[in-house]
C-alpha cells in the first residue's frame, strides 16, 4: 500500500532523461508504436523528439535508479497506478476533445475501467478499440444478446457499439448518444418517428417499452413476443391458447402468426382518419 | 508519401438451404470473388485512408487542423423468401385482386427485404486552435417490402400485404465548439428530411363483393430540427467538472388525409422536444468521488385534433409528457482496495394526453461494494431498487375493458449482482457473473403482474504461450412472465424461457507460420406457456431456437509480406414456436402472405483469401 501511494510522488519527484535511455532497455517497444497511427500524429507534431516515451509514462529517472513498476507509469491491469492516474496520462492530451469530455462522469470511468483496457498503443496501427470484440469482454451478456435470434447487425459489423453509446461518456442513461431513447433510434428508423395522427402513446416515450436494442429471443427485437407485449397492457379478444393457433381446434387471426400486428399493423401509430386507424388497423 | 497497408483478393463459396432471407438477414452472400483494399498514405502531417471493403470510405486530413471522409454503405435487410400475393402490382401503392385468391399456389412469389444505401460526407476544421468547426451530410436510399397487415370487413377480415418502401432521408449537420483541457464548448444543429414516395397503400378489400378500396397508411414525409449545445468546465478545484447540455429539437409533417379516406382533411404534425441535463462531479477529498445530476425532458405536441370521419366521438389525444430527475452517485474507498459506491435517483414524470394515467414517481437506490484486496481476485457485488408510484386512472372505462398501461403502473423492482474474477494462475482467468431482478407490479389485478429474469455468465481464458490461446464462455437466462386477465376471462398465464449460450475460441499457432483457429458457438431458447384453467391448451414451444455456428480458419504466413487464409463457416438456424407451426396462407377468415414463417436454414461457406501487406 505504502508503495503504491508513494509511485507518484517518486514520478513527480523524477526528471526527464530522453527517450535514448528508454529505448536502451525497452526497444522492442519503439517500433510498433512509431507505426502506429498515435505515432504519426506524434512525429508530425514533434510530441515524440520533445518528450517521448515521458510524455505518456512521466520522467523516468527514478525508474533508470530503480527500475520496477513502482517508479514509472505504466499501463494496464498489473500497473502499481490507479485507474484515475493512469487515465490522467492520457486525458491529459485527449481531455479536449468533445468525445471524451465527459470521462469523470462516465460509468466505465467510475467502474476503473482503463483507456488501455481497450486502447492499444505499441500494438497494432490504429488505438481505436475493436468493436464490438472489445466491448464483449466485459460485456458477455450484451454479447450473448447480439447473437439472439432477432438482433441488430453488429455481428456483420454493419452497427458498432459506438455508433449508439459514447464509452467515454454522455449526461444520457446508458451513455447513448442522443438526449433520450427514441430520439437515438429515430436517428436510423425516421419512418417511426412520426408525427402521428394517432399515437400509441408509451411507443412515444420509450422504443425500450417495447424492444431490445441488442437483441432479443423474439421476433422484432421485442421484450416478450406478441400477443403477450400487447397483453401486458391490453385483455382484447378472449384467450390465446393452444387451441387458437394454426393447429388449433378453433384458430384465429388473434393469435396465429404475427398475432395482433396481424390486424394492428401500424403499432407505432397511425394516419388513417378513421376508427380503424385510431386503433392502428390503416 | 509514405505507404502502409493490406490489399486482399480471394473467392468464396456458399451452399445454402431453408430459408435464405434468415440466412443472410444483414448481407447479401453468394458465391464470388471476394477481396478487400486497407491503405494508408502519410506526408510530413497529412494522412489518408482508403477502405474498400464492407464500406467504401476515403478518409484523411492533418493533424490537428483537419479531417474529412466521404464513404458509402449498401446495408440489406432481408425479411423474408418466397412470399406470395394474390394482388397485382407488386412494389407499387396500389394493389389489385387477381381474382385467384384461393389458390396460394398459384399467387405471385417475391421477397421481404429493406436495402439502404448510404452516402456521406463530413468535414472538422480547427486550424490547430482551440475552435473547431465541423459539417456534414449523409442521404439514406431505403428501397424494398415489408409486410403489412390489415383488417377489414367482408370473409377475408384480415389480409397480410406487400407495402412498398421507396424512402429518402436527408441529414445535415453543423457544429462548432471550443475545446481546452478545461473547457469544452460545443453547439450543434442537426436537420434530417425523410421522404417517400408511397404515403398511402391503397388496395381491394373484396371486390367480390363489392367492398371498396381500402387505405392504409404509411409513414409520410416528415422534417426534424434539432439545436444542442454542451459546456463541460473543469475547475483547479476537488478535480471537479461540471457539465452542461441543452436541447431542442422539432419534427413535424403535413398531410392530406382525403388521400387515405374520403371527407377527411388535413393534418399537420408537430412534435418538440426540450432538453436539460447539468451534472457536477467532484472529488473533495481523495477517497471520496461524487457526482449530483439533474435531467429534465419535455414533450409537447403541438398537432392538429382531428376527429374520425367515421365517428364523431373519437378525437385523436396529443401525447405529452415532462421529467424531472434528481439524483447522486458517490464512491468512496474505504481502503486502497475495497470501496463502495451508492447512488439514488428520483424521478417525477407528468403525462398529458393519456385517459390511462396522469404521471408517475420512481424512486431508484443501488450500493454497490468492490474489493481488490488480493492481486489475483477481484469481487463485486450490488443491489439495486426501484419504486414506481404509478397513477393509473381506475376511474377510466378502458381499464374496466381490460386496459392497464403497464409503463406507469405501481411497480417495485429489486435487482442484485455478484461478480468475481480471478486469475487461477498466470495463464488461466475466469470471471462468473451472477445477475437476478424481479418486477413486482404490484398494486396490478390484471394484466403483466410480475417479470423475473436471472442470469449467470462464466468466461474462462486459458494461454500457453506459444502454443494455443483458448477463452471460452457460457451463458445462461433465465426470464419468467406471469400475467392475469380480468374476471371476465379468469385464468392466469406463466411463461418461462431458458435461454443457453456457449462458446468456444482456439488458436493454435504452427511451425512459426500457421495459425490454426476454431470458433464454435451454440445457443438455444426452451420456452412454455402454462395456463392455470383446465379448459385452456398450453404452449409447449413459445420461441424456441437453435443457433449453431462453426468457424475453421487457417492462417499462413507465406512470408513478411504475404499471407494465405482459409476458412470455412457452418451455420445453422432452427425455430419452433406452436404460434407459427404449420404456417397457412388461408387459415379461416384471414390471407397471409408468408411473412416471418418457416425461417429454418443452414449455411456452408467456405472461402480462399490472399493478403499482400506493405
Known amino acids: 500500500l505504502a508503495l503504491l501511494l508513494t509511485a507518484p510522488v517518486l514520478a513527480a519527484e523524477a526528471s526527464y532523461v530522453g527517450s535514448e535511455t528508454c529505448l536502451g532497455c525497452h526497444d522492442d517497444l519503439e517500433a510498433g508504436f512509431i507505426a502506429s497511427l498515435h505515432g504519426k500524429a506524434w512525429a508530425a507534431e514533434g510530441v515524440y523528439e520533445e518528450n517521448g516515451c515521458e510524455a505518456c509514462h512521466g520522467p523516468g529517472s527514478a525508474h533508470v535508479d530503480d527500475p520496477s513498476k513502482e517508479t514509472i507509469i505504466t499501463?494496464?491491469?498489473?500497473?502499481?497506478?490507479?485507474?484515475?492516474?493512469?487515465?490522467?496520462?492520457?486525458?491529459?492530451?485527449?481531455?479536449?476533445?468533445?468525445?471524451?469530455?465527459?470521462?469523470?462522469?462516465?460509468?466505465?470511468?467510475?467502474?476503473?475501467?482503463?483507456?488501455?483496457?481497450?486502447?492499444?498503443?505499441?500494438?497494432?496501427?490504429?488505438?481505436?478499440?475493436?468493436?464490438?470484440?472489445?466491448?464483449?469482454?466485459?460485456?458477455?451478456?450484451?454479447?450473448?444478446?447480439?447473437?439472439?435470434?432477432?438482433?441488430?447487425?453488429?455481428?456483420?459489423?454493419?452497427?458498432g457499439c459506438n455508433d449508439c453509446h459514447n464509452p467515454h461518456g454522455t449526461l444520457s442513461k446508458a451513455q447513448i448518444r442522443d438526449e433520450s431513447t427514441n430520439q437515438l433510434c429515430y436517428q436510423c428508423h425516421a419512418d417511426k418517428r412520426g408525427p402521428f395522427l394517432w399515437e400509441h402513446a408509451p411507443v412515444e416515450k420509450d422504443c425500450s417499452s417495447c424492444h431490445a436494442p441488442h437483441g432479443s429471443r423474439h421476433k422484432k427485437l421485442l421484450t416478450q413476443r406478441v400477443p403477450n407485449l400487447c397483453q401486458s397492457c391490453h385483455e382484447r379478444h378472449g384467450v390465446y391458447d393452444k387451441d387458437r393457433v394454426f393447429t388449433g381446434s378453433d384458430p384465429s387471426r388473434f393469435a396465429y402468426g404475427r398475432s395482433c400486428v396481424n390486424c394492428h399493423q401500424n403499432i407505432h401509430g397511425s394516419w388513417a382518419p378513421n376508427r380503424r386507424g385510431a386503433k392502428f388497423f390503416k | 508519401f509514405e505507404y502502409n497497408g493490406q490489399l486482399g483478393l480471394g473467392g468464396q463459396v456458399l451452399s445454402e438451404s431453408g430459408d435464405s432471407a434468415k440466412g443472410q438477414e444483414y448481407q447479401d452472400k453468394d458465391s464470388a470473388v471476394i477481396g478487400f483494399v486497407d491503405v494508408n498514405a502519410f506526408k510530413g502531417s497529412y494522412y489518408l485512408h482508403f477502405d474498400l471493403g464492407k464500406k467504401v470510405e476515403l478518409s484523411g486530413g492533418r493533424f490537428n487542423d483537419f479531417k474529412a471522409s466521404i464513404y458509402y454503405n449498401d446495408l440489406r435487410h432481408n425479411i423474408s423468401q418466397d412470399a406470395r400475393t394474390h394482388y397485382l402490382g407488386l412494389d407499387s401503392n396500389r394493389l389489385v385482386d387477381s381474382g385467384n385468391q384461393a389458390d396460394p399456389s398459384?399467387?405471385?412469389?417475391?421477397?421481404?427485404?429493406?436495402?439502404?444505401?448510404?452516402?456521406?460526407?463530413?468535414?472538422?476544421?480547427?486550424?490547430?486552435?482551440?475552435?473547431?468547426?465541423?459539417?456534414?451530410?449523409?442521404?439514406?436510399?431505403?428501397?424494398?417490402?415489408?409486410?403489412?397487415?390489415?383488417?377489414?370487413?367482408?370473409?377475408?377480415?384480415?389480409?397480410?400485404?406487400?407495402?412498398?418502401?421507396?424512402?429518402?432521408?436527408?441529414?445535415?449537420?453543423?457544429?462548432?465548439?471550443?475545446?481546452?483541457?478545461?473547457?469544452?464548448?460545443?453547439?450543434?444543429?442537426?436537420?434530417?428530411?425523410?421522404?417517400?414516395?408511397?404515403?398511402?397503400?391503397?388496395?381491394?378489400?373484396?371486390?367480390?363483393?363489392?367492398?371498396?378500396?381500402?387505405?392504409?397508411?404509411?409513414?409520410?414525409?416528415?422534417?426534424?430540427?434539432?439545436?444542442?449545445?454542451?459546456?463541460?468546465?473543469?475547475?483547479?478545484?476537488?478535480?471537479?467538472?461540471?457539465?452542461?447540455?441543452?436541447?431542442?429539437?422539432?419534427?413535424?409533417?403535413?398531410?392530406?388525409?382525403?388521400?387515405?379516406?374520403?371527407?377527411?382533411?388535413?393534418?399537420?404534425?408537430?412534435?418538440?422536444?426540450?432538453?436539460?441535463?447539468?451534472?457536477?462531479?467532484?472529488?473533495?477529498?481523495?477517497?471520496?468521488?461524487?457526482?449530483?445530476?439533474?435531467?429534465?425532458?419535455?414533450?409537447?405536441?403541438?398537432?392538429?385534433?382531428?376527429?374520425?370521419?367515421d365517428d364523431p366521438t373519437i378525437t385523436n389525444s396529443l401525447n405529452e409528457y415532462d421529467s424531472t430527475s434528481v439524483g447522486f452517485d458517490l464512491g468512496y474507498a474505504l481502503t486502497k482496495s475495497t470501496s463502495i459506491n451508492g447512488g439514488f435517483e428520483y424521478t417525477d414524470t407528468s403525462l398529458?394526453?393519456?385517459?390511462?394515467?396522469?404521471?408517475?414517481?420512481?424512486?431508484?437506490?443501488?450500493?454497490?461494494?468492490?474489493?481488490?484486496?488480493?492481486?489475483?481476485?477481484?469481487?463485486?457485488?450490488?443491489?439495486?431498487?426501484?419504486?414506481?408510484?404509478?397513477?393509473?386512472?381506475?376511474?377510466?372505462?378502458?381499464?374496466?375493458?381490460?386496459?392497464?398501461?403497464?409503463?406507469?403502473?405501481?411497480?417495485?423492482?429489486?435487482?442484485?449482482?455478484?461478480?468475481?474474477?480471478?486469475?487461477?494462475?498466470?495463464?488461466?482467468?475466469?470471471?462468473?457473473?451472477?445477475?437476478?431482478?424481479?418486477?413486482?407490479?404490484?398494486?396490478?389485478?390484471?394484466?403483466?403482474?410480475?417479470?423475473?429474469?436471472?442470469?449467470?455468465?462464466?468466461?474462462?481464458?486459458?494461454?500457453?504461450?506459444?502454443?494455443?490461446?483458448?477463452?471460452?464462455?457460457?451463458?445462461?437466462?433465465?426470464?419468467?412472465?406471469?400475467m392475469t386477465s380480468d374476471s371476465g376471462d379468469g385464468y392466469k398465464e406463466e411463461k418461462e424461457f431458458d435461454t443457453y449460450a456457449y462458446g468456444i475460441n482456439v488458436e493454435v499457432p504452427l511451425f512459426d507460420v500457421l495459425v490454426v483457429s476454431v470458433l464454435w458457438d451454440h445457443s438455444w431458447v426452451d420456452g412454455d406457456a402454462d395456463f392455470n384453467r383446465a379448459d385452456l391448451v398450453d404452449f409447449n414451444d413459445v420461441d424456441d431456437y437453435t443457433i449453431k455456428t462453426l468457424e475453421l480458419k487457417c492462417d499462413y504466413n507465406f512470408s513478411e509480406t504475404i499471407d494465405f487464409t482459409v476458412g470455412y463457416i457452418y451455420e445453422k438456424y432452427e425455430f419452433d414456436d406452436d404460434q407459427w407451426d404449420e404456417y397457412a396462407y388461408l387459415p379461416g377468415d384471414s390471407t397471409l402472405s408468408g411473412a416471418y414463417s418457416d425461417q429454418d436454414f443452414e449455411n456452408n461457406i467456405g472461402y480462399f483469401l490472399a493478403k499482400y501487406r506493405f
Open chain 2, 106 to 309: 398459384e399467387w405471385t412469389r417475391f421477397n421481404y427485404y429493406v436495402e439502404h444505401e448510404t452516402f456521406g460526407i463530413d468535414t472538422e476544421w480547427s486550424f490547430n486552435t482551440p475552435f473547431y468547426v465541423e459539417i456534414g451530410a449523409e442521404q439514406r436510399e431505403s428501397d424494398g417490402r415489408l409486410p403489412y397487415g390489415s383488417y377489414s370487413s367482408g370473409p377475408s377480415a384480415m389480409i397480410e400485404l406487400p407495402a412498398p418502401v421507396d424512402w429518402t432521408t436527408d441529414t445535415a449537420f453543423l457544429g462548432a465548439g471550443y475545446r481546452t483541457d478545461k473547457l469544452v464548448m460545443t453547439l450543434r444543429a442537426d436537420v434530417s428530411e425523410f421522404d417517400n414516395d408511397d404515403e398511402v397503400l391503397f388496395w381491394d378489400a373484396d371486390v367480390t363483393n363489392g367492398v371498396s378500396n381500402q387505405g392504409l397508411s404509411l409513414a409520410p414525409d416528415s422534417d426534424y430540427y434539432k439545436v444542442a449545445g454542451q459546456m463541460v468546465w473543469r475547475p483547479d478545484t476537488w478535480a471537479s467538472s461540471l457539465a452542461l447540455r441543452a436541447s431542442y429539437s422539432q419534427h413535424d409533417n403535413s398531410l392530406d388525409l382525403y388521400k387515405i379516406e374520403a371527407g377527411a382533411g388535413k393534418f399537420d404534425g408537430e412534435v418538440n422536444n426540450t432538453s436539460f441535463d447539468a451534472a457536477f462531479n467532484f472529488s473533495p477529498i481523495d477517497s471520496l468521488d461524487a457526482k449530483v445530476f439533474l435531467k429534465y425532458f419535455e414533450r409537447e405536441n403541438d398537432g392538429d385534433t382531428v376527429t374520425a370521419v
Open chain 1, 75 to 159: 499501463f494496464g491491469e498489473d500497473s502499481m497506478h490507479s485507474a484515475n492516474q493512469q487515465s490522467d496520462a492520457c486525458l491529459a492530451c485527449h481531455s479536449a476533445s468533445q468525445e471524451i469530455a465527459l470521462w469523470d462522469m462516465g460509468i466505465h470511468a467510475k467502474r476503473d475501467v482503463l483507456c488501455s483496457s481497450c486502447h492499444s498503443i505499441h500494438k497494432g496501427y490504429s488505438p481505436l478499440a475493436a468493436m464490438p470484440e472489445t466491448c464483449y469482454g466485459c460485456h458477455l451478456d450484451v454479447k450473448i444478446e447480439a447473437r439472439k435470434a432477432s438482433r441488430h447487425p453488429i455481428k456483420e459489423g454493419e452497427i
Open chain 2, 352 to 482: 398529458d394526453g393519456r385517459s390511462d394515467a396522469d404521471g408517475y414517481e420512481d424512486t431508484r437506490l443501488y450500493l454497490q461494494w468492490r474489493n481488490r484486496s488480493f492481486k489475483s481476485l477481484e469481487l463485486r457485488a450490488k443491489v439495486g431498487y426501484l419504486d414506481r408510484d404509478g397513477d393509473p386512472n381506475k376511474e377510466n372505462s378502458g381499464v374496466a375493458d381490460g386496459e392497464r398501461a403497464y409503463d406507469v403502473a405501481d411497480q417495485e423492482r429489486a435487482s442484485a449482482e455478484l461478480a468475481a474474477m480471478f486469475m487461477v494462475s498466470d495463464n488461466i482467468d475466469l470471471g462468473i457473473d451472477l445477475g437476478w431482478w424481479d418486477a413486482e407490479y404490484d398494486d396490478t389485478d390484471f394484466n403483466l403482474t410480475d417479470l423475473e429474469h436471472f442470469e449467470a455468465f462464466v468466461t474462462v481464458g486459458y494461454y500457453e504461450p506459444e502454443m494455443f490461446t483458448s477463452s471460452l464462455y457460457f451463458g445462461y437466462e433465465y426470464d419468467e412472465t406471469d
